[in-house]
Each structure stands twice: as structure tokens, then as C-alpha cells.
């Protein structure tokens, strides 16, 4: 029998019991033995729960048991999350996480204090939930150098934007019901302006490049004041609008990473991603574009994804993977008003002035009639300089 300790019984850790039982056989057969919950450290009690008899309320006891190889952290929050993975790898414990916020903020430090103490720190579910997706990075990818990633890393936009097109929904009314489901985050606004998103690709950015973006440096953009007018102007231009998270490493080994409402067109495959699923697609010279899609939020997925972290770390296959290394470098990463898009505008005015203005900074300008165009590249703050008062939202082809 091999134990785990789980840190916080919410969404995610109440589903990595439920996993755990159900999955029951299929995860000894991957560990070589069972796998048993011995702790639930959270600040409630469960008294209806199954496991009630296990909920304790301090770390002590995990950090003294010796028989606790693997601790899941699912508490969400850098403190005390960092604090206690800490702690928990001191004490000779790998610590599997899906705290995405810890993961972004701290990766450098906990990453470091795995190799110290020869434990691991996996993290597997903290970006793209139940899709395999980080240790493709570490394993498939290792011999390719990344050059872009853009990616649909968060559900709860994902699925807000889906039902307000389809269904001519109310944003309130969606956020409602993707927090009832389970997607949202405890603050639903970490989703709506895209912070969320921008810690997911933080961790992206990180495994590709090897540089942690600082959070203040990466640009956060927000779904809060799209409009139906907006949704319906993708449509009209041939794409969908979606929250999209996107990151450029340089040859110079700087990194442009952002989260912004994109128009993204119809050929490309990011484009038919609906609801809460996610999708990353990652391209790099030797292997091309690969695509990676599945259900990015919600308790089973994720809690899956945590176990198979678990299942690495007490089978002994945590050892022998590549284990990344993140670092925090000043200047690495560009500002967004530097980053260059094709663009969606539209603005009230003469043509043809409006026309005159984007020509000093794109090469190309598509009049679209009722006050929109469609350009070439510029940067976002060559088009907020020409046209600030304008609606300017980039476009993926
Ligand atoms: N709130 C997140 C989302 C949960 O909607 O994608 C998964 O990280």
C-alpha cells in the first residue's frame, strides 16, 4: 500500500478520491500497488464524507509520517501553498500540484528545492486540466527547440464566449453557470481578466524557453467588455472571437508572451475549439505544429491529471524523467505594446482618414464598410497611438 497526502478538498482534491476509487485498479496497476489517501489536510470538516476520519487541519502530520511518499497540492493560492510544498519536499516528499498560481509565481524556487532534496515537483494539471500536456515537453519535445505557442487555456472564457455566440447568452448569466459546474475559479474575475490564463502561459513559456516570465511583465487582456457586436464581427470576418494565450520565443532567447481576446480565423484549428475545452497548439522546427485538446477545467479531469503525476512519482518514473529548470531573468520578456498582430478595428470617422492614419504604421488595410478594418501587422501600441479611442482587437490567422 503507498500513501498520498492531499492539501485542500475542494473541487480538485475531492475529485482525486473519487478518481482514486474508481480508477482504483487501473492506478495500482500503474504504481505496482495501491494507492491509499492517508491525509486531507484542509480548514473544514467533511463530517458526511467518507474520508472524515482522515481530515486533519496542520501540515505536522504529513511532514512526521515517513510512509507518505507523495503530497498533492489542490489548495489553490500561492500561500500557504508554497509555503507547505516547501515544506513537504524538506521532508523528503514529492509534491504534485495543480495550483497553476504557485506553479507561475514559484516554480524557480520549488523546482530548485526538488532537485535539492532529490524529490520531484510535478505539475502536470496546473495548465490545460485533464490534457496530457506538460510532459510532452519534457519528454517528446526534448530534442526540438519551441518557437510559439497559442493556446485556449481557459474553460471558463472559452465557454462564456461559446454560449454568448450560440445561444445569444448573457455573460452573467453563463459565469453563473460555469462556476455551478465547477470551472470557474473561487474568484471568477482571475478567469474573466485573463490572469488565470496568463499564469498558464507563464508555465508554458517556462517549459519552452526555460525563462519564468515575472507576472507584471506578462499583459493580461479581458473578456469583461466584449460586446455582442465584437462576437458578431468575428463571424462576419470569417473567425470566432476567443481569449487566447500565446507566447513567441525569439532566436534571441526573449520570450513575447500575452493573453488577449483574439479574432482567431477559420483555418486555424484553434478556431473549432468550443465550451470548456482547451486546446494548445505548440510549434517547433523539427516536429511542426501538434495540437492539444481535451477538457481543460473541472473536477475528474484535472484530479486525473494530478494522479498521473502520482502514479510517476510512487511507480519511480518521476526519477528518471527530465526534470525542468525555470528562471527568472530581467528583460527577457517583451511588452505587449511591443508585440506585433494583424488587426480587427473599428471606429467612428471618414474612411479614407481613418485609412490614412493606419497606413503610417501597417502595410495593409482592408476597409470592411461600417467603420471596420482589417490590417497588416502593427504593434499594439502603434495602434493604440494611432487610434486610441478605436475598438483594436488582434486576429490569429
Ligand atoms: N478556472 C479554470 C478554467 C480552471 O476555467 O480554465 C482550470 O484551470
Redesign the pocket.
Known sequence: MKNIAILGFGVVGSGIARVLEQNAAEIARAVGDEVSIRYILDLREFPDSPYADRVIHTIDPILADPDVACVCETMGGSHPALEYSLACMEAGKSVVSSN?EVVANFGDLLLRKAKEHGVSYLFEASVG?GIPLIRPFLTSLVCDRVTEIAGI?????NYILTKMRDEGRDFGDVLAE?QRLG???RDPS??IDGI?AKR?IIILTALASGILPEDGDVYAGSIRNITPGDIEAARALGGVLRLIAQTKILPDGRVAACVTPMIVMAPHPLANVDG?Y?AVSVTSPVTGDILYYGR??GSLP?AGAVISDVTAVLSGAAKAELAPVFEKKSGAVIPFGEQSFPFYIRTQGSEAEIRELLETVTDTVIPLGGGAFETGEMTAAEAERVLPEAVKIPILR
Open positions: 497553476k486540466g487555456v481557459n474553460g471558463t472564457t460555469a470551472y470557474a475559479e482571475a478567469d488565470d498558464k470548456v482547451n481543460g477545467a484535472t
